[in-house]
């Protein structure tokens, strides 16, 4: 029997469905190979290990493979993995899952129209025992600004269009895409934040997209602009956008991810009126789907010995 092993932080009730949706993977598709926690492996073992599949692992483990060529991520995000494999000699693969990419779309779709319907404005009115009815605004005339048109800003800005809305996105290489106006470059990102009823930060974590989102860039922003955060919290300033709230600079901010997670008890989003908080939910990998596609990368590895697509280390994404 192989064994390919697992290696992640995740509690134990979450570390269970992952293996267990992992082993049934590799049931269908690698009869003969399971998949095993790294701590069930022998001295020797260890020593011959070429692939690890993990979500969050702690690095110390990995370090101690010394035949380690590449690791699968079962998450999309790869900025810790970037920082903690220094090695690039080991290839990092991120999960790329249409699933996952459906759920981000459902996600930015269901806060767009948040934000588009009024939600937080009805709910603060209904609190205050408020009738009043908003002008109701046509998704034509609405411009959402994705920045980030990767797996998951693409199919987002889908699910944008289909749904009528004007879309406009950023991309660090210029793209063309259907329908949408594309821009890349710094000119690019002033055009979108200056033109967006509500922008969308769809942008890895990187050493240029951190802190991108600052003083400066919430001074471009259309006046009653609002932001959803999809992506890393460090791409946003926190100190910056509360000053373009509570100066109403922007009108909300849909946040699901921060600089620190949990977001501490006494962070001052929690009590914002203009803030939504979300506890990073947005897009969470799908075990099943994701199971099967590392299951699957890994079995073409093991048939041909070739490592799929990995992460660019000088871009970090
Ligand atoms: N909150 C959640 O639940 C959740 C779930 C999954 C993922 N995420 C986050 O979402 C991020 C995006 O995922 P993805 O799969 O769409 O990534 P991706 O396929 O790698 O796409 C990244 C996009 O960002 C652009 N980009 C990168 N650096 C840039 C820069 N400096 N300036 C302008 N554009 C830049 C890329 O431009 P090019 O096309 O030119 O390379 C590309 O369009 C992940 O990294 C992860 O952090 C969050």
């Keep these: 029997m192989t064994v390919v092993p697992f290696v992640s932080r995740a509690d134990a ?14 049931a269908t598709r690698l009869p003969g190979v399971s998949v095993r926690p790294l701590t069930c492996l022998d001295a020797g073992a260890r020593s011959e290990t070429s692939v ?12 101690r493979l010394p035949k380690l060529q590449w690791v699968q991520s079962l998450w999309a995000g790869v900025e810790r993995l970037v920082a903690q494999l220094p090695d690039p000699s ?33 709910r603060a009115q209904q609190k205050a025992r408020i009738w009043r009815q908003l002008t109701v605004k046509q998704p034509g005339d609405v411009t959402v600004g994705v920045l980030g048109l990767g797996v998951l800003g693409r199919r987002s800005v889908q699910s944008l269009l289909a749904n009528g809305f004007q879309v406009q996105g950023w991309s660090r290489s210029p793209v063309a895409i259907d329908g949408v106006a594309c821009f890349a470059g710094q000119d690019g990102l002033h055009h979108v934040l200056a033109q967006a009823d509500i922008v969308i930060v769809l942008l890895p974590l990187t050493p240029q997209t951190r802190g991108l989102i ?31 709230l509570d100066e109403g ?20 989003y929690w009590i914002h009126p203009a803030v939504t908080v979300l506890p990073h939910i947005s897009a969470p990998s ?9 299951i699957d990368n890994v079995a073409h590895y093991l048939e041909t010995g070739v490592i799929p697509d990995s992460v660019d280390r000088q871009k970090g994404y």
Aim: charged residues 20%; proline residues 8%.
């Design 90 to 122: 080991v290839a990092i693969v991120r999960m790329r899952d249409p699933e996952l990419a459906r759920t981000m779309a459902e996600a930015v779709l269901a806060w767009t129209l948040y934000l588009h319907r009024d939600m937080p404005a009805y």
């Design 214 to 244: 600052d003083h400066q860039a919430f001074s471009r922003l259309k006046p009653g602009a609002s932001l959803i955060n999809f992506a890393r919290g460090p791409i946003i300033v926190e100190a910056d956008l509360m000053v373009a």
């Design 286 to 294: 799908n075990p099943a789907t994701a199971s099967r596609i590392a």
């Design 13 to 26: 009730a979450e570390h269970a469905v992952w293996l267990s949706a992992l082993n049934e993977a590799a």
């Design 249 to 268: 600079r922007l009108q909300h901010a849909v946040l699901d991810v921060f600089d620190r997670e949990p977001l501490p008890q006494d962070h001052p």
């Design 52 to 63: 690890v599949i993990v979500a969050d692992p702690d690095p110390g483990e990995l370090a």
